[in-house]
């Protein structure tokens, strides 16, 4: 949720999942940005979005497969600076997901949370 | 460089977002009122310092090139 503590609220929606790694890392980029702009910043992990959360995968895919850095070392740049990560139930229940099989650092809300988030965003991009 | 800098911060080979980042990061262990030199290749630099430095309200003091390497200056102001 807000704390309107920032210079700006910018609300991520990620709907890709594993088997598209090249759309994986580009919202925690610019999370990470606008996080380093002072700008508060969510992004809501929806339909196949929660896979990219799960402890057993997150140091096993990256945005160019095997070369480079794993999604890891990127959803970390992003939540060292404050970025908060959002699922839902029914997104977890869609991917045969419990919260317990994802990273520490991911907060479960809901529709009525996530719209009123949206509502309260300077600005809301989905992926 | 004739203003000398009170730390330099060297993000040549990096690429975005990492020069944003790093800086963001660096400035909040500096005094306000110091002067942090980056130094950074990503093509993006200029109008990523740009638009940081007016969202943080910090002071972007000039940008030099040289060769490809971007120098940015930038003085903690809060």
Not at chain 1, 29 to 39: E, K, R
Not at chain 2, 45 to 69: C, F, H, Y
Request: charged fraction near 25%; glycine fraction near 8%; charge should be negative.
């Amino acid at each position: 949720m807000w704390t309107d503590d920032g210079e700006g609220k910018i609300l991520y929606v990620q709907t890709h999942g594993v088997d598209d790694p090249g759309r994986s890392a580009t919202p925690f980029f610019l999370a990470a940005s606008a996080a380093a702009m002072d700008c508060e910043v969510g992004i809501y992990f929806t339909m196949f979005g929660p896979q990219l959360l799960q402890t057993a995968i997150v140091d096993k895919i990256g945005p160019k497969g095997d070369v480079g850095q794993p999604l890891s070392y990127f959803i970390n740049q992003a939540t060292e600076l404050g970025v908060r990560l959002y699922v839902c139930q029914p997104s977890l229940d869609l991917n045969d997901l419990t919260v317990d099989e994802l990273i520490d650092d991911v907060e479960m809300i809901g529709g009525a949370a996530f719209n009123d988030m949206a509502i309260e965003a300077d600005t809301v991009i989905s992926f | 460089m004739a203003d000398a800098a009170d730390r330099i911060l060297d993000c040549t080979g990096m690429a975005c977002p990492l020069p944003i980042v790093k800086t963001a990061k660096e400035i909040k262990t500096m005094e306000i009122g110091e002067v942090l030199e980056l130094l950074a290749t990503d093509p993006g630099v200029e109008p990523d310092m740009n638009a940081w430095s007016r969202r943080t309200k910090n002071e972007l003091l000039k940008i030099e090139q040289d060769g490809d390497v971007y120098h940015v200056f930038i003085r903690r102001t809060r």
